[in-house]
């Protein structure tokens, strides 16, 4: 669903959710605001296909506080049935040392559905290219671990498993695997990705696309 931890977990870009990170903002401003648009084969979320196989249109817009303090909205079509979803996320990261954390709460809200509708707080870490997320969920619980890098100066690398964990029935494991290439085209950065996803029992997903991060 959502591109959340934008400041702490920038190993997971790829494995959360595809959408690219604006990072032209000045490291001197109390406040920066970003924005990103981008078009994908298809909508993955935690490994898994989340509509039927159609295109998807995603983007958000931001805003970053210097205290670590953020928020913003997230969207994507091709959901379920031609659904349009929306994430709202607010978020709090800092570092400790050389550990870096984030505390937040996720709303996923959907157009035309409302018993879609879900909520989720989380708590995560990170350290070097690693990071761990714990996500608490209405009947559920998600951990995943994650890591990322770039490859020979070449491309950046991420990969993320995960665990559900519901209340009742099977647990399932997410595995993501994605690789994206950036370009600066002066007013924007230009982003190509490729994302595997593999969920038990389920068949593997690719998804392709190109995003847009001013």
Do not use: C
């Given at each position: ?9 920038m ?40 509509g ?29 049935t ?15 040392g ?36 714990a ?14 890098a770039?490859v ?15 209340d009742?029935?099977t647990?399932?494991?997410h595995?993501t695997?994605?690789a ?35």
């Open positions: 669903m959502t591109k959340t931890l934008r400041n702490y977990a190993a997971l870009m790829l494995g959360m959710g595809l959408v690219g990170v604006n990072t032209t903002a000045q490291a001197e401003e109390a406040v920066s605001v970003y924005a990103d648009i981008g078009g994908f084969s298809q909508y993955i979320w935690r490994a898994a296909a989340q039927t196989g159609q295109g998807s249109l995603q983007g958000d817009v931001g805003i970053d506080h210097e205290s670590g303090l953020s928020a913003n909205v997230w969207f994507a079509t091709g959901v379920a031609d659904d349009t979803e929306f994430d709202f996320t607010v978020d709090y990261s800092g570092e400790a050389d550990i870096g954390y984030s505390v937040g709460f996720i709303a996923y809200v959907f157009a035309n559905d409302s018993t879609l509708d879900a909520e989720e707080f989380y708590v995560g870490a990170s350290y070097d290219i690693a990071s761990l997320t996500y608490i969920g209405d009947g559920y619980n998600y951990i995943e671990l994650g890591a990322g770039t020979a100066d070449m491309f950046d690398a991420s990969a993320a498993v995960g665990i559900n964990s519901p009742t029935g647990s399932t494991t595995i695997l994605g994206s290439k950036d370009f600066d085209m002066g007013s924007y950065t230009l982003s190509p990705s490729l994302t595997i996803g593999s969920v038990t029992d389920l068949d593997t997903e690719i998804a392709i696309g190109v995003n847009a991060a001013f």
